[in-house]
Antibody
Framework: QVQLQESGPGLVKPSETLSLTCTVS????????WSWIRQSPGKGLEWIGY???????KYNPSLKSRVTISLDTSEKQFSLQLTSVTAADTAFYYC?????????????WGQGTLVTVSS | SYELTQPPSVSVSPGQTASITCSGD??????TFWYEQKPGQSPVLVIY???KRPSGIPERFSGSNSGNTATLTITGTQAMDEADYYC??????????FGGGTKLTVL
């Protein structure tokens, strides 16, 4: 059973960089896509971007200028960096495995971590 | 960018059938996925590729997709099905696209 666990600071100051890491266990990181998805409190889900095991990335156009997703296959981890954060970036951040079967969907999710942007 | 629209809320009586819709331009030409999210929990995939059920998902969950609308149907709805439900599709430009979510109330 694949398990994902997010980790990182729960509080980030405005204009600074949000950094989170997702650790994958119970399965291989190779051959799969790995995504970050966020959910503002009481709101819907927003896909942030993915990284393929070979390092190829794709980001949501609305966040592309501020997002970087990277991968450390030896540690079975992938990471999110979101720069120049504002209060609008306050959200639960989920990491997920993005599966390809004719198209892409999310079959395993982490428990999520709340990141608050505040001074 | 591609958008998916869901009703904010749906109510159903226990044992009845709940239908949650998801609308998007030519959505029937894409595959649709459905996730259930209970309070304080992560989303769980309940329908993939329009109508398939992952292992462990009860048979009362089913899905369809045609034209501009995909539908999640819960037959014989139980109190435990009370949750938020999100549809999702993949767009070549936008990437992962989610509907705004539907709160299912069982009363």
């Amino acid at each position: 059973q694949v398990q994902l666990q997010e980790s990182g600071p729960g509080l980030v100051k405005p204009s600074e960089t949000l950094s989170l890491t997702c650790t994958v266990s119970g399965g291989s990181i190779s051959g799969f896509y790995w995504s970050w998805i966020r959910q503002s409190p009481g709101k819907g889900l927003e896909w942030i971007g993915y990284i393929y095991y070979n390092g190829i990335t794709k980001y949501n156009p609305s966040l592309k200028s501020r997002v970087t997703i990277s991968l450390d296959t030896s540690e079975k981890q992938f990471s999110l960096q979101l720069t120049s954060v504002t209060a609008a970036d306050t959200a639960f951040y989920y990491c997920a495995r993005q599966y390809y079967d004719n198209t892409y969907f999310f079959d395993y999710w982490g428990q999520g971590t709340l990141v608050t942007v505040s001074s | 960018s591609y958008e998916l629209t869901q009703p904010p809320s749906v109510s159903v009586s226990p044992g009845q059938t709940a239908s949650i819709t998801c609308s998007g331009d030519k959505l029937g030409n894409k595959y649709t996925f459905w996730y259930e999210q209970k309070p304080g929990q992560s989303p769980v995939l309940v329908i993939y590729l329009d109508s398939k059920r992952p292992s462990g998902i009860p048979e009362r969950f089913s899905g369809s997709n045609s034209g501009n609308t995909a539908t999640l149907t819960i037959t014989g709805t139980q109190a435990m099905d009370e949750a938020d439900y999100y549809c999702q599709a993949w767009d070549s430009y936008t990437g992962g696209v989610f509907g705004g979510g539907t709160k299912l109330t069982v009363l």
